[in-house]
Protein backbone atom coordinates (compact mmCIF):
# COMPACT_ATOMS: atom_id res chain seq x y z
CA UNK A 1 0.00 0.00 0.00
CA UNK A 2 1.16 3.58 -0.73
CA UNK A 3 0.78 6.34 1.38
CA UNK A 4 0.54 9.95 0.98
CA UNK A 5 2.02 12.59 4.06
CA UNK A 6 -0.74 15.04 4.21
CA UNK A 7 1.69 17.56 5.88
CA UNK A 8 4.35 17.76 3.48
CA UNK A 9 3.33 15.70 0.56
CA UNK A 10 5.97 12.81 0.42
CA UNK A 11 4.90 9.70 -1.31
CA UNK A 12 5.87 6.59 0.87
CA UNK A 13 5.73 3.47 -1.65
CA UNK A 14 4.88 0.16 -0.60
CA UNK A 15 4.51 0.92 3.14
CA UNK A 16 3.23 -1.92 3.99
CA UNK A 17 6.08 -3.59 3.35
CA UNK A 18 8.45 -1.45 5.39
CA UNK A 19 9.14 -3.63 8.73
CA UNK A 20 7.50 -2.07 12.26
CA UNK A 21 5.45 1.14 13.07
CA UNK A 22 5.84 4.06 11.15
CA UNK A 23 6.57 6.77 14.15
CA UNK A 24 6.29 9.61 11.63
CA UNK A 25 6.52 10.34 8.16
CA UNK A 26 10.10 9.82 7.57
CA UNK A 27 10.13 13.37 5.51
CA UNK A 28 9.00 16.13 7.64
CA UNK A 29 8.16 14.04 11.13
CA UNK A 30 4.98 14.46 11.60
CA UNK A 31 2.71 12.12 13.50
CA UNK A 32 -0.26 12.86 11.23
CA UNK A 33 -2.40 9.84 10.26
CA UNK A 34 -0.84 9.37 6.48
CA UNK A 35 -3.49 9.19 3.56
CA UNK A 36 -3.44 5.97 1.34
CA UNK A 37 -3.25 6.20 -2.30
CA UNK A 38 -4.13 6.56 -4.64
CA UNK A 39 -5.95 9.59 -4.97
CA UNK A 40 -9.42 9.78 -5.92
CA UNK A 41 -11.57 12.22 -8.15
CA UNK A 42 -14.79 14.39 -6.84
CA UNK A 43 -16.50 16.70 -8.08
CA UNK A 44 -16.70 20.21 -6.38
CA UNK A 45 -16.85 23.93 -7.44
CA UNK A 46 -13.53 25.64 -6.60
CA UNK A 47 -15.84 28.04 -4.59
CA UNK A 48 -16.80 24.88 -2.61
CA UNK A 49 -13.44 23.72 -2.55
CA UNK A 50 -12.24 27.74 -0.75
CA UNK A 51 -15.18 27.40 1.67
CA UNK A 52 -14.25 24.09 3.34
CA UNK A 53 -10.21 25.12 3.36
CA UNK A 54 -11.13 28.82 4.21
CA UNK A 55 -12.89 26.98 7.64
CA UNK A 56 -10.09 23.98 8.31
CA UNK A 57 -7.55 27.23 7.71
CA UNK A 58 -9.86 29.40 10.38
CA UNK A 59 -10.14 26.34 12.71
CA UNK A 60 -6.61 24.99 12.56
CA UNK A 61 -5.18 28.52 13.03
CA UNK A 62 -6.88 28.68 16.45
CA UNK A 63 -6.75 25.34 17.65
CA UNK A 64 -3.09 24.16 15.78
CA UNK A 65 -0.41 23.32 18.36
CA UNK A 66 2.42 21.28 17.35
CA UNK A 67 4.23 21.10 20.11
CA UNK A 68 2.22 18.53 21.91
CA UNK A 69 0.24 17.06 19.49
CA UNK A 70 3.34 16.70 17.34
CA UNK A 71 0.60 17.35 14.04
CA UNK A 72 1.09 20.97 12.58
CA UNK A 73 -2.45 21.73 11.83
CA UNK A 74 -2.00 24.58 10.04
CA UNK A 75 0.51 23.42 7.82
CA UNK A 76 -1.46 20.16 7.23
CA UNK A 77 -4.36 22.36 5.57
CA UNK A 78 -1.87 24.75 3.73
CA UNK A 79 -0.04 22.00 2.18
CA UNK A 80 -3.15 19.91 0.88
CA UNK A 81 -4.80 23.39 -0.30
CA UNK A 82 -1.41 24.08 -2.29
CA UNK A 83 -1.63 20.41 -3.85
CA UNK A 84 -5.26 21.31 -4.87
CA UNK A 85 -3.67 24.83 -6.61
CA UNK A 86 -1.11 22.99 -8.23
CA UNK A 87 -3.42 21.73 -10.40
CA UNK A 88 -5.80 25.05 -11.55
CA UNK A 89 -3.04 27.76 -11.06
CA UNK A 90 -5.08 29.93 -13.13
CA UNK A 91 -7.60 29.98 -10.05
CA UNK A 92 -7.96 32.16 -6.95
CA UNK A 93 -5.75 30.95 -3.75
CA UNK A 94 -7.84 28.66 -2.06
CA UNK A 95 -6.94 29.89 1.50
CA UNK A 96 -8.08 33.51 2.90
CA UNK A 97 -4.19 33.98 3.97
CA UNK A 98 -3.17 33.23 0.32
CA UNK A 99 -6.20 35.42 -0.91
CA UNK A 100 -4.77 37.89 1.49
CA UNK A 101 -0.92 37.52 0.03
CA UNK A 102 -2.38 38.13 -3.60
CA UNK A 103 -4.40 41.18 -2.24
CA UNK A 104 -0.76 42.43 -1.19
CA UNK A 105 1.02 41.48 -4.39
CA UNK A 106 -1.90 43.51 -6.38
CA UNK A 107 -1.79 46.47 -3.97
CA UNK A 108 1.91 46.72 -4.34
CA UNK A 109 2.00 47.18 -8.22
CA UNK A 110 -0.38 49.98 -7.93
CA UNK A 111 0.38 51.25 -4.41
CA UNK A 112 4.29 51.18 -3.98
CA UNK A 113 5.04 50.57 -0.10
CA UNK A 114 1.41 49.86 0.36
CA UNK A 115 1.21 46.29 3.18
CA UNK A 116 -1.97 44.22 4.18
CA UNK A 117 -2.23 44.25 7.70
CA UNK A 118 -3.90 40.97 9.21
CA UNK A 119 -4.00 39.06 12.81
CA UNK A 120 -4.22 36.08 10.90
CA UNK A 121 -1.22 33.84 9.98
CA UNK A 122 -0.13 33.58 6.46
CA UNK A 123 1.07 30.64 5.01
CA UNK A 124 4.51 30.75 3.67
CA UNK A 125 5.14 30.61 -0.44
CA UNK A 126 5.38 26.89 -1.31
CA UNK A 127 8.04 25.67 -3.92
CA UNK A 128 7.32 26.17 -7.66
CA UNK A 129 3.96 27.93 -6.39
CA UNK A 130 2.85 31.57 -7.80
CA UNK A 131 4.81 34.08 -8.61
ZN1 LIG B 1 5.72 14.40 5.76
Known sequence: MDLLCVECGMEIKDADKIEGYLPG????GTKG???ALPRISVEITWQELRVLIIWAESHASRANN???SGIDMLK???SI???LEAQHRDLPPLT?????KELGRVLADDFPG????????IEPDPPEHRS
Open 81 to 83: AHR
Open 25 to 28: CPSC
Open 33 to 35: VPA
Open 76 to 78: TVW
Open 66 to 68: PAT
Open 114 to 121: ATVETDIP
Open 96 to 100: LSGEL
